[in-house]
């Protein structure tokens, strides 16, 4: 049976947890996650159709080919890709009913004023024309980008976070994406003046050229395993690119969290504390 997605070995990924029902990947940053225009062969899951190609194929296009999440190209790290029908389905109503713990690491230009808090700031999907984006070293005059903006007519959006890490340069934060909105994380951090340094999008020009790329990564997921019913806790190490900008502002690479438990640090994000921010 031919696939709906050619397969791509070349396309590297880690798989850090794997069973019959789902698998839990590290998508590294430069690759997109879908295929699309001018990258119709080398998305992530292209990679994916290489080592899953009939499974996926067998969960289907109406479910995303086992995709549950996105992440920004320029961004990295953990994604759930569901290898059943069956299971994403059920991993799916867990995403709406937000059990599903996401946890983000981002560098900022800034620190925030408190050291921990929640974002709760509506945010609203716009299609933009943008004359100062430059793509593979090509500026790309009046593009159209589909960005988020915080707005009262936006979708309901959360984000906690807390500061890991300040210097005088900038600022190492842990985020909680409590809703899934477009650029969530890097639009909320923007609208407290903590913009992601390597940000694109959002953000003064002074941050966009202060990192090789974004500075943002998915270094942890937590949810309940749809058949089974166990707990599945996984995390990533920083990665070399983030690791080195940390140091080069005066900070230092954190740890792994043990991925058999939860974190001793998950009351840190609980949503009770003072909002900075609600429209």
């Keep these: 049976m031919k696939l709906s997605h050619e397969p791509n070995e070349r396309v590297g990924f880690k798989v850090h947890y794997e069973d019959d029902h789902l698998a839990v990947v590290e998508k590294p940053p430069g690759l997109v996650t879908t295929p699309g225009k001018g990258h119709e062969y080398d998305s992530l899951l292209n990679g994916l159709f290489a080592r899953y190609g009939q499974t996926l194929q067998d969960v289907g296009a109406d479910r995303d080919y086992g995709l549950l999440q996105r992440l920004d190209r320029d961004a990295s790290g953990l994604l759930i890709v569901a290898l059943s029908p069956k299971s994403w389905e059920a991993l799916r109503e867990s995403f709406r009913q937000r059990t599903v713990r996401k946890f983000y690491w981002a560098v900022t230009r800034s620190t925030p004023n408190q050291p921990k808090g929640v974002i709760n700031r509506p945010i609203e999907e716009h299609l933009t024309k943008r004359d100062d984006l430059w793509v593979e070293g090509v500026k790309a005059f009046y593009a159209r980008v589909k960005l988020g903006k915080i707005s009262a007519r936006g979708?309901?959006?959360?984000?906690?976070?807390?500061?890991?890490?300040?210097?005088?340069?900038?600022?190492?934060?842990?985020?909680?994406?409590?809703?899934?909105?477009?650029?969530?994380?890097?639009?909320?951090?923007d609208s407290i003046g903590c913009s992601i340094l390597g940000d694109?999008?959002?953000?003064?020009?002074?941050s966009r050229g202060a990192a090789p790329r974004l500075m943002l990564h998915a270094h942890?997921?937590?949810?309940?395993?749809?058949?089974t019913g166990d707990e599945v806790d996984v995390s990533s190490r920083c990665p070399r690119d983030i690791a080195r900008v940390l140091r080069q502002l005066g900070m230092t690479k954190p740890g792994i969290f043990d991925s058999k438990g939860p974190s001793p640090d998950d009351s840190d994000h609980e949503t009770a504390g003072d909002p900075v921010g609600q429209e």
């Design 155 to 189: 979708k309901p959006s959360m984000t906690v976070y807390r500061v890991l890490q300040r210097s005088e340069h900038g600022a190492f934060l842990e985020c909680r994406a409590m809703t899934g909105r477009l650029h969530q994380v890097r639009v909320h951090l």
């Design 200 to 206: 694109r999008f959002y953000g003064p020009r002074a």
């Design 220 to 227: 942890r997921v937590a949810f309940t395993h749809p058949i």
